[in-house]
């Protein structure tokens, strides 16, 4: 099971967090990243956890002013990248000009998408796995394994159906270890999470509970 | 064989140009459509061509200035809408949504893609069609399916093999018989055009020069 | 003082609108405009109305599918043209750029913006009015000039400060013939509302109130 | 005389340039400063030279992911921010809230501009500092303070009716001494440039000979 905690911009202190996980993997088989803010991979790599970037741009070296270049996050530290992500949305060209600059600069790649069509659609571009995250269940209390767990087996039978080889993930509201629990159980080989542990008092603690789903 | 001319916002007179079409489909098997700008769409379709809109927004009734309704375009008269046209980009959850809206108003749909991975993400969102247009023919004197005859070979199958019920149609450079002739030889059921009709001196003689090749 | 109805893509019948508006200004003597979608613009301004577009694209005649010109919109009968609304924000260049293409076009020209910083920065590009429409009054049902009067008074001084020629309206929550007045009363020269009138059960009577106010 | 670097996204080791400035502006009067990717921007700001973000994004902590959060390049060690450069436009609202931002976390600003009538309305806006870059000589071999020195003196007069606290540079071709005493003359505080000093073979060479202008 992958678990990917995605610091957004949020207030936390990545080190803080990206400790709390390096630590939490030494006792747990499962593999775990995060992904801060693109000025902060330096440190989060500095810390040995596994680090993801949250965006790359679908530019190649040039003439790019403020856009973030695939090859700079991977030497900041970054092995992997989100794409497409509900707050950071991409043309259908332009994800597949991301995964394109991903592949060039050796990122693993997760395509987020709304909808069992959209993972479909995300997973015929060839990235190494596809996030089902429902919009309307990002950032609240219910996680998509329990409120909506039809749309995880779908979207894990569409991203099959298109690439049996494109892993699929699901995120939104997945806050504790009963909530990965389900989506395993439902097909997903990782899960998307955000405020649960980069907002938690203690992500140690809240990564420790997630664990124990796995 | 499906003829669609786009009238882009070139400097043409929109009914002289559907008026010819309107002739040229009366001597021809072939079907044709006009693409004007949305300002057109009623002059065109009073002049009885099938007429088809460049772009609806992803959006229902409600709160969106400045923005293209599909029901809005539905009433002027066109029966179908081109998306994400290489000049007018949506993101994947926006086609995804613009499909919806475009089904919701009863109009008959074709997504524009770059390249067969494209054209495969689009027809996992379920459109009638999904058209081909490599950027970099776009607006030349070389047909797509001389220049890159593979391509055009590479999208029926890609949409084939996740959705047989989408066509696939092909543009850029499209402008004689034989282009059209050459494209359903590679499997396309239609052809998307626009300078080589619109910017015509005689819009009635490019679409006969066209139709000779159908 | 200008009114300025704006149907936004709400499911009102545009032509009843418009009807009504002309009715009224012939017993009025407020200038009062209907911008319609696109679509619609041709509908509207045959009822005899004045019509504005809602929004125009910042570019000429060429390949630019999906987009609308002003040189169409005003074919279609528009006199005026809104740029910028809150709900299609255009960058800096090209608010600027719109601005070109309606003149050139020969569109009278509305820049909307949040504040009176904006307000001033609009201003500097030399369009007819601005309009001030604070965000979070707009759809609600307390109109800016009551809500926050010191805003619309702020916006006329800041625009006489860049650009005495350039006219200042306001925006946001304007339903009734005391705000119309409130806003007068406040140094705008004009008001744009929407669901006030679009909405309406009897679109003559709530302009006839909105009238009352001039 | 401000020298600011844009570093875009070109392939230079941006520490071998910031180390170049360091050492540039130990022997010169001038103040300069290097504006890298994101990514690089502690590696940088770990060379002592004054470091600048290429972007921040309009919004403050929260659920943001992939944006570039004032807070976050100010942590990384940037003391100032260009926005809205000519690859990376804004709209006008963004802008100021992106100057918010930046405000918020103690980043100098310098808003871009294709013109004087731009330059004014960015400068409405309350920034530092505004820079005028004629698209059209972005990347080219000849100076905007050569190539159109109109446009310069032009900026620098709309910039001070608007708020004579407001300094102007100008980009656009920079790439000599006689480029910078040239700005100079014409009433330009600083001058941006990018492939100049970031693709030369000796950045400190090049830095000198820009240097040898103020």
Known sequence: MFVLVNLKTYPCDPATVAEAARD???ESDARIAIAP???H???VAATGIETWAQHVAPVDHGSHTGHTL???VRAAGATGTLLNHSERRLTLADIDAALDAAERAGLETIVCANNPDQVAA???LGPDAVAVEPPELIGGDVSVATADPEIVEKAVAA???VDPDVAVYCGAGVSTGDDVAAAADLGAEGVLLA???AKADDPRAALDGLLSGV
Chains 1, 2, 3, 4 share one sequence.
């Open 24 to 26: 939490a993997t030494e």
């Open 37 to 39: 803010q693109t000025a």
């Open 41 to 43: 991979l330096g440190r």
């Open 70 to 72: 695939a090859e700079a």
């Open 122 to 124: 995300a997973a015929a």
């Open 159 to 161: 991203a099959d159906a």
């Open 195 to 197: 405020s649960g542990v």
